[in-house]
C-alpha cells in the first residue's frame, strides 16, 4: 500500500497561493483558472511524488461504525520516512456515507490521514483545534469500498496509549429507513 506522508501534504499546501495573492497574479477569470489550475497541478505532483509509506507494514485493523478501540504506538510500529510511527485501520463505506473519525491521546500530538480505496489521501488532520492535539476528520465518501485511515503521531518518536473512533450517522438513517 503507498501512502503519501504528511510533511509532503503539508509542504504541497504551504505552496498554494492564498486567494488574495492569486487575484494579484491573475486579474482575469480565464487567467485566474490557469493560476488556479497550476496550482491544483503542482499540489498533485507533489503528492504522486511523495514517497511513501506503509509499503513495509502489513498490520491492518479493522473498524466499524459506531466503535471505539483503545491501542498503543511503540516504537516497534510501522515507522513512516520521517520517523512517525502509525498505524492502519480499514472500514468498508459506501458512496454518500458521512463518516467522522477522532482520534485521541494524553501521550502524543496524534494526526490523521483517511485514504480512498485505492491509497490516495483524501483528507487529513493534526489538531481539531488551536490548542488541541486530538484529530478529527469528518468526510463523505466518494465512493463504495474499503478506506484506510493512518492513526499516527506527528513527529518522531511520540509513542503511548491513544484511542480511535469512527461514527457513521447517516448509515445508520438509511438502515433506519428501509
Known amino acids: 500500500m503507498r501512502i503519501a506522508p504528511h510533511p509532503v501534504l503539508r509542504s504541497a499546501q504551504d ?6 495573492r492569486e487575484k494579484a497574479l491573475a486579474t482575469s477569470g480565464a487567467a485566474k483558472r490557469r493560476v488556479r489550475g497550476a496550482l491544483v497541478a503542482m499540489l498533485l505532483a507533489c503528492v504522486s511524488a511523495a514517497p511513501s509509506f506503509g509499503a513495509d507494514c502489513a498490520a491492518v485493523s479493522t473498524l466499524s461504525c ?3 478501540a483503545a491501542a498503543s504506538l511503540t516504537t516497534s510500529d510501522c515507522t513512516a520516512f520521517d520517523g512517525s510511527q502509525y498505524h492502519l485501520w480499514q472500514f468498508s ?7 467522522t473519525i477522532e482520534m485521541h491521546s494524553t501521550s502524543f500530538d496524534t494526526y490523521l490521514m483517511l485514504l480512498d480505496p485505492s491509497g490516495v489521501p483524501l483528507a487529513e488532520n493534526d489538531d481539531i483545534a488551536s490548542g488541541v492535539t486530538d484529530s478529527r476528520i469528518t468526510f463523505t465518501l466518494a465512493s463504495g469500498g474499503t478506506w484506510t485511515i493512518v492513526a499516527n503521531s506527528l513527529a518522531a518518536s511520540q509513542t503511548g496509549d491513544y484511542t480511535i473512533s469512527l461514527s457513521c450517522p447517516n448509515v445508520f438513517r438509511r438502515r433506519a429507513v428501509r
Open 66 to 68: 459506531s466503535s471505539t
Open 15 to 20: 505552496h498554494l497561493l492564498p486567494a488574495s
Open 93 to 99: 463505506g459506501n458512496a454518500g456515507d458521512a463518516v
